[in-house]
Nanobody, 122 residues
Framework: QVQLVESGGGLVQAGASLRLSCAASGRSFSGDAMGWFRQAPGKEREFVAAISRYSGTKYADSIKGRFTISRDNAKNTVYLQMNSLNTEDTAFYYC????????????????WGQGTQVTVSS
């Protein structure tokens, strides 16, 4: 059974950093694009970052320069390093994966995790 399990969320103050992890299981995801989305209360889910099977990256403009996505294929894990967090980053963060980078980025990826909460206080 394929699973994506996020971890690393929490409550931090503005300006702090967090690193989210997404551990995949059930099969190797080294050939898949993997990424992160987030959904804030009362808002639609939005794309945050993605990394291709070749480690090419794509970021949302709102987090560019503050967040970094990376992957460790040996651990079947993707990470999201989040620096200089602000209150607008408060959201539920979801990990996703798909064989197609395009499908992943548009939010129609095949695999999704259950999410982890990130709360940034002022």
């Amino acid at each position: 059974q394929v699973q994506l399990v996020e971890s690393g969320g929490g409550l931090v103050q503005a300006g702090a950093s967090l690193r989210l992890s997404c551990a995949a299981s059930g099969r190797s995801f080294s050939g898949d694009a993997m990424g992160w989305f987030r959904q804030a209360p009362g808002k639609e889910r939005e794309f945050v970052a993605a990394i291709s099977r070749y480690s090419g990256t794509k970021y949302a403009d709102s987090i560019k320069g503050r967040f970094t996505i990376s992957r460790d294929n040996a651990k079947n894990t993707v990470y999201l390093q989040m620096n200089s967090l602000n209150t607008e980053d408060t959201a539920f963060y979801y990990c996703a994966a798909d064989t197609s980078m395009w499908e992943l980025v548009r939010g129609t990826g095949n695999y999704w995790g259950q999410g982890t909460q990130v709360t940034v206080s002022s």
